[in-house]
């Protein structure tokens, strides 16, 4: 149906989770060109208001478009010898210490023209736009020098242009040490801080900048460096810590005001609360503590009872998460993490837009993640009977309809 859309569409008698929770009575929800015009119980929506809308489908249960707030969607190479190897016995630090993890994704990225990186990462894209994602997150960090990470950044932008769903970039310089900064670590973040931070931020390529804080990669204080020089360029910073071990990392960007702090395994009290006072998200990352077989379970009581808003992502990546089905990682979130499916659903939706500052018009001029008079229509429509369902099945090819700005682009 894309192309030959109605002026205004209606989706009646569904079962409708409005991005923080499913609302009880049959719903329907009106859109107008590319933002959402009413949401309603059918009881409420009077004969008038109905003949003036086109019916686009009845039933089924419909949600916001899914949020994937954390992806390496853009790489060269493949990482399946590690995969090997990890069940061999060998641990992930020691497999980067021998130069391999993310050093080997870099050499193969470097090594790799944008249209090589393009034809790659499209149907990686592809994989999620087809489970419903309309709004993704891609970050660089697999370059490493200045020009190969706007080489990354630009693909990602392209990979925007070209399918329908919204594409936000990070910039992740700091993602780990390049070989020719071996001894020199403190060099690279000097790189990062004033070579490639402004480059990015001249070319408008960058939307955030990232860190990887961690005992394999960038100290608190190289990080906190980083994070400097974002705000000096005026992009919002988020950061990969408390992943291998409780560094401090998640609460020195909470002091900075982070969008969030990701994966968090080891978080501590101090970390959740820090988080909760800067209004940062915490974004789960089960794919990747899966595809680890980490034992360390994120604080999630803590940060439940703290009331800090859980995202939840893929973490689509050639190492450590090599995963591009969404709906997975609502699973995994209950399964492993234990999510209730309807906190899971939320972390794909509200909070995933929450993650990337997309969730609030205070900060941007959209408001993704939630199904209300004025958002963007970013819906999905699914052959399930209860929201939940979408967490306890693993199985592709249950959505039925998706809406990207407006637009039916799968029917």
């Known amino acids: 149906m894309p192309g030959n859309q109605p002026t205004r569409m209606i989706w009646r008698d569904i079962t409708l989770f409005d991005g923080i929770a499913t609302l009880p009575a049959p719903m329907g929800v009106i859109v107008a060109g590319e933002r959402i015009e009413r949401v309603a119980p059918m009881s409420e929506l009077d004969p008038e208001t109905l003949a003036g809308c086109t019916v686009m489908a009845s039933g089924g249960v419909m949600t916001p478009g899914l949020v994937d707030c954390h992806t390496h969607l853009v790489f060269g190479g493949s990482r399946a010898d590690e995969f090997e190897q990890r069940l061999e016995g060998v641990s992930y630090e020691e497999i980067a210490r021998r130069g391999g993890g993310i050093l080997s994704t870099v050499a193969a990225t470097r090594e790799a023209s944008e249209e090589t990186l393009f034809a790659a990462a499209r149907p990686r894209l592809q994989a999620l736009i087809d489970e419903g994602v309309t709004t993704v997150e891609i970050k660089s960090g697999y370059g490493l020098s200045v020009a190969d990470e706007l080489k990354m950044l630009r693909v990602a932008r392209r990979l925007g242009e070209a399918l329908p769903v919204r594409v936000v970039t990070t910039l992740l310089g700091a993602h780990a040490l390049p070989p020719e900064f071996k001894d020199d670590s403190d060099g690279y973040i000097r790189l990062v801080c004033e070579e490639m931070i402004p480059a990015a931020a001249a070319e408008g390529l960058a939307d955030a900048v990232d860190v990887f804080c961690e005992t394999i990669a960038f100290s608190v204080a190289q990080c906190e460096r980083v994070f400097?020089?974002?705000?000096?360029?005026?992009?919002?910073?988020?950061?990969?810590?408390?992943?291998?071990?409780?560094?401090?990392?998640?609460?020195?960007?909470?002091?900075?005001?982070?969008?969030?702090?990701?994966?968090?395994?080891?978080?501590?009290?101090?970390?959740?609360?820090?988080?909760?006072?800067?209004?940062?998200?915490?974004?789960?990352?089960?794919?990747?503590?899966?595809?680890?077989?980490?034992?360390?379970?994120?604080?999630?009581?803590?940060?439940?009872?703290?009331?800090?808003?859980?995202?939840?992502?893929?973490?689509?990546?050639?190492?450590?998460?090599?995963?591009?089905?969404?709906?997975?990682?609502?699973?995994?979130?209950?399964?492993?993490?234990?999510?209730?499916?309807?906190?899971?659903?939320?972390?794909?939706t509200a909070h995933g837009a929450r993650a990337l500052g997309l969730d609030d018009r205070r900060f941007s001029d959209l408001a993704l993640g939630r199904i209300e008079a004025g958002a963007p229509a970013d819906l999905c429509l699914w052959n399930v009977d209860t929201p939940a369902a979408l967490a306890y099945a693993v199985q592709p090819g249950r959505l039925r309809q998706r809406v990207f700005n407006g637009e039916v682009t799968h029917d």
Not at 255 to 275: M, Q
Not at 321 to 337: R, V
């Open 228 to 348: 400097e020089a974002a705000e000096a360029h005026g992009l919002p910073i988020k950061a990969h810590a408390e992943q291998l071990s409780n560094l401090g990392g998640s609460a020195m960007a909470a002091r900075h005001g982070a969008l969030s702090a990701d994966h968090i395994e080891y978080l501590d009290e101090a970390g959740v609360a820090a988080l909760r006072e800067a209004g940062s998200v915490a974004v789960l990352l089960p794919g990747a503590f899966h595809t680890l077989r980490e034992t360390k379970l994120p604080p999630i009581a803590a940060l439940r009872e703290a009331g800090v808003p859980m995202a939840v992502a893929t973490d689509a990546n050639p190492g450590s998460s090599p995963i591009f089905d969404p709906t997975l990682m609502l699973n995994f979130a209950c399964t492993l993490f234990r999510l209730t499916p309807q906190e899971a659903l939320a972390g794909m």
